[in-house]
């Protein structure tokens, strides 16, 4: 089973985490099942940037980005390289290391 290993963030995951993850499902599912709360406004539906992540280890393995998800990433705060949105980042046999950005741009924080 793929582990994701969560770099820490002050709000989130202060002292950070490693997980593991099934194969097949999303990064954000995994971090939501572990009780990692990174936001996800629109439900999950790749039309927000609110669960942006920056996957510094294990890019490679993940599912290819599609056009839908760039174009929303292009908007994301702090957009790097290996940024995805995590609903549509699927884990697949390699472990990841993952960043969550330190802001997005919803003003106002869901409660989910």
Known sequence: MPQIIVLPHAEICPAGVAIEAERGESICDALLRNDIDIEHACEMSCACTTCH???REGYGSLNEA??????????????????RLSCQAIVADDDLVVEIPKYTINHAKENH
Not at 66 to 83: N, R, T, V
């Open 66 to 83: 599609d056009e839908l998800e760039d174009d929303y990433l292009d908007k994301a705060w702090g957009l790097e390289p290996e940024s």
């Open 53 to 55: 992540v920056v996957v």
